[in-house]
């Protein structure tokens, strides 16, 4: 299992070759599920030009590490990367992926799912977009209560 | 004893600070007298708390050394 | 939509980051999911060392697009990439990819699972495995009836 | 009327060859005829038809130029 949150750019599949070139032993997985999410250059309407994802070092990486140690004890899954980018993100740049290696096909995409539903909803990240207009502004949530908005994920 | 204190995302430019160091005289202070000495405003009702990296709310006892944090809803990634 | 029945080793990572390059839009999908399936080496508790993967030109192709359309059809997603390797492969090599983009992620996960479910179960390949013991034999499977199964996927 | 006709996977190896041609007198006949004219035996219970690349059975009547293809059951990729 491996989290890294990174300023860098992001390159999904690198990093899902080369951890499975490092991490898995080969011939025995059968199968890996991945989501790469993109930063897209619009929302609710207006065009966005570019996006700066602040987050919490320590923290964020603390909190998507317990997701995917759930994931890896809820289903039958053997091994889990998250790569997140933070700073400032451009359309079509990769945001995020989500890899899942396992020899159950229907265990690596519920897992998967599981982890990038609580990335996109609830980890530690703060989104400020800016508009083709310049105008900056950050993105509200309006759930306020973590707690409740993780027993919502865990039961959809 | 001292305490780490940040602030993160929309909080921090309301601040006008990433961080902050305040030193508390009382015992088991909580993170509501930290919130106190950083400002002079009562804490906004959405704003969340974590300390050492992990969530609580303002009632939480403190140790020297220890980190608070406080920001705004998170958004996901 | 492109779906490709090749003899040629697989990349599938590059096979997904072409197509993204080539025939999407930047900026606009959001998110990408995948299945990437390797070949194990083993199967039933015997160590398999090779496997012949024969197809029928033509048809195969032909049936995994309707498979393709249908998921096109079914969920709100923007594109579908299907690569599969026929002939000769080893274990750990790349055997099947899916790709699905979408602007909603739980689309690209429905969309990919119902055409990877599809490949793994109902499209026209056969298998021949090679075993450490030299054994040649052809894999057998218990369903005789192309429409059964399909409806049983269906309402899966 | 001429018709293509394909073998797959073990039933190839069992017929000792991938493909076949075979000329037909009867005007509407049968997928059943074709078979009859490549084997002396019955067909196996598990054996699939496929006339242009679409699965079919045996009671499909066929024209000039099909592609008759018999397989056992797929395995999935």
Same mark, same amino acid.
Do not use: G, L, P, S
């Given at each position: 299992m491996k989290v890294v949150v990174q300023t860098d750019k992001l390159d999904p599949y690198q990093a899902i070759t080369h951890h499975e070139t490092t991490e898995l032993e080969s011939g025995k997985h059968g199968g890996v599920v991945s989501f790469v999410g993109t930063m897209r250059d619009f929302n609710d309407g207006e065009d966005v030009t570019a996006m700066n994802l602040d987050y919490y070092p320590g923290m964020t990486e603390k909190h998507i590490e317990q997701v995917c140690q759930e994931a890896m004890e809820g289903w039958d899954v053997m091994d889990v990367l998250v790569v997140h980018r933070a700073g400032d993100v451009y359309p079509s740049d990769p945001i995020v992926l989500v890899a899942v290696w396992s020899a159950h096909?229907?265990? /690596?995409?519920? /897992?998967?799912?599981?982890?990038?539903?609580?990335l996109k909803e609830r980890a530690p990240f703060w989104k400020c977009e800016v508009t083709t207009e310049g105008k900056k502004h950050w993105v509200e949530h309006n759930s306020e209560d973590p707690g409740a908005a993780k027993s919502r994920l865990k039961s959809a | 004893m001292e305490i780490d204190v940040k602030f993160f995302a929309s909080l921090r430019e309301r601040m006008g600070r990433t961080s902050d160091k305040v030193t508390l005289d009382q015992p088991a202070a909580t993170v509501a007298v930290v919130w106190a000495k950083v400002s002079s405003e009562p804490m906004p009702s959405n704003i969340l708390v974590a300390v050492n990296k992990e969530y609580t709310d303002l009632n939480q006892a403190l140790k020297g050394g220890d980190e608070v944090a406080f920001f705004p809803p998170v958004t996901g990634g």
């Open positions: 096909r229907a265990a /690596a995409f519920d /897992a998967c799912r599981y982890v990038i539903n609580y | -």
